[in-house]
């Protein structure tokens, strides 16, 4: 068992290190990718321009090459890492950079290529041929030597170098920023939820009395710091009006039952004799205690058709997914499959009694289908109303038992003990608190086929 705040720390800081992990997994990717596109952009950029230079080194007029001027192009162009090999139009070489710096290729060459393979590059010295053109024609070509698709000098691996430095710092800086961030959050959120469980267990105990005095800023923490007191409240006012009863029972039957315990005493005694009007007393008293038993059902069923609804307008579709995801662990347990289909209807209730009818039906649905089966809910957009359906392909009722499943104590499969089947007042409740909403509750059901359960309520207007 750990903590809310532990659990809400680890949780965050585990958030946040996949976001940072695949923020930077996908920044380095995206930086390689653009730079690569990027020198190899800078590679055809280069290999142009030294044919375009080249191009100017021939004189149409005499048609000759100015060779120093081709000379000077290719050790430059070798400084950069190229080599080149000029020919004129008949094919002939007229300057091959390997034959006139042939130590300072192969150097070149082999540098380049230890530089790459030092910071993981793969990739080999490949040769491209351009024509050399001049006003539209002909008038040699040059082969390029380079390490393709590209390379890159010391100058650009460091620079490259710095820019994954700095993202790494500002992906650990996040994290660390996050990871306190998160603790703090969790602190100020487990915070209150701790106390209010200390209360809640205190309230448990019996002590009424306490409620939580400090104020949150954060709604769903506030609305369980007020739940908790008004439970309190609540609890408080009924064990207060729990002892006015006993009080007030207590108090009415004191005194029947002491004049009747006295006469009859009396009697046994022989302190007095058994006379039709002494008899006529005790019954007149036994009557009395009959008719406060009576008092008391009446109560009872006062009560029970009194009852308070907090109706307001709401989503019964969204309300089904609710409910339903509280059974998740009892579905992959039974391997059962569910599905929630439907529309969007506004109904007018109470969301915690009809919250209760939906997972009482669900509770139902999933106890008795056998284990691969399917659920399926269904919210229907009819009229006036909207009809929740809850189906299975369970075991399923005899017509002769349907009549009576709504029945108080009555369970369809007598066989059943309590622990597995239930008290049988579970549907009872279901169809009270849905009448008591306007609404109706319909059942639909064979052996080894399956039960159709129908909720229909009324729209909000």
């Not at 000098?153 to 800086?173: A, H, K, P, R």
């Not at 506004?346 to 039906?361: A, E």
Request: glycine share 8%.
């Amino acid at each position: 068992m750990r903590s809310l705040k532990a659990q809400l720390s680890l949780s965050f800081i585990a958030v946040v290190l996949i976001t940072v992990s695949l923020f930077s997994l996908f920044s380095f990717r995206l930086i390689d990718r653009q730079f690569s596109a990027y020198m190899e952009n800078q590679q055809r950029s280069k290999t142009g321009s030294i044919v375009d230079n080249l191009g100017l080194q021939y004189d149409a007029a005499t048609g000759e090459w100015n060779i120093d001027s081709v000379y000077a192009l290719g050790m430059l162009s070798l400084s950069d890492g190229y080599i080149i090999k000029v020919y004129d139009a008949a094919g002939e070489i007229l300057w091959d950079a390997e034959n006139h710096e042939m130590e300072q290729c192969e150097h070149l060459m082999a540098s380049i290529t230890r530089r790459m393979e030092e910071h993981g590059a793969s990739g080999d010295f490949i040769v491209r041929d351009f024509l050399l053109t001049r006003d539209g024609k002909k008038i040699g070509s040059v082969g390029i030597s380079y390490f393709g698709p590209y390379f890159l000098s010391e100058n650009d691996f460091g620079f490259i170098n710095s820019l994954y430095y700095l993202l790494i710092i500002v992906c650990v800086t996040s994290l660390l920023l996050s990871f306190g961030a998160g603790v703090m959050l969790a602190r100020r959120i487990s915070r209150p939820v701790a106390k209010t469980a200390d209360i809640a267990t205190q309230i448990a105990a019996g002590n009424y009395d306490i409620r939580f005095e400090s104020e949150t800023k954060t709604t769903e923490l506030y609305n369980l710091v007020s739940s908790i007191n008004h439970l309190a409240d609540a609890l408080d006012a009924q064990k207060k009006l729990q002892r006015q009863l006993t009080a007030d029972v207590a108090h009415e039957l004191r005194t029947p039952l002491a004049t009747l315990g006295t006469h009859l005493e009396a009697m046994i005694e022989g302190v007095w004799e058994a006379t039709p009007e002494r008899l006529v007393s005790c019954h007149e008293e036994i009557q009395r205690l009959g008719k406060m038993v009576v008092d008391l059902e009446r109560l009872e069923r006062a009560e029970s058709d009194n009852l308070q609804l907090d109706k307001a307008p709401a989503d019964l579709f969204a309300l089904a997914h609710s409910v339903c995801d509280n059974f998740a662990g009892e579905l992959t347990n039974k391997n059962l499959r569910l599905d929630i289909e439907g529309e969007h209807v506004n109904v007018m209730i109470d969301k915690d009694r009809i919250r209760g009818v939906i997972s009482n039906l669900m509770s139902n649905a999933v106890k008795y289908t056998p284990e691969g089966g399917r659920i399926k809910i269904s919210v229907e957009n009819a009229e006036n109303a909207g009809n929740l359906v809850v189906e299975d392909n369970g075991e399923g009722i005899e017509a002769s038992k349907l009549p009576f499943i709504f029945e108080r104590f009555y369970r369809a499969d007598t066989s059943r003990s309590r622990g597995t089947g239930g008290t049988g007042i579970g549907l009872a409740i279901v169809k009270s608190v849905v009448s008591a909403h306007g609404g109706s509750v319909d059942v639909q059901s064979k052996p080894d086929e399956g039960s159709r359960f129908t909720v229909t309520l009324p729209k909000a207007l």
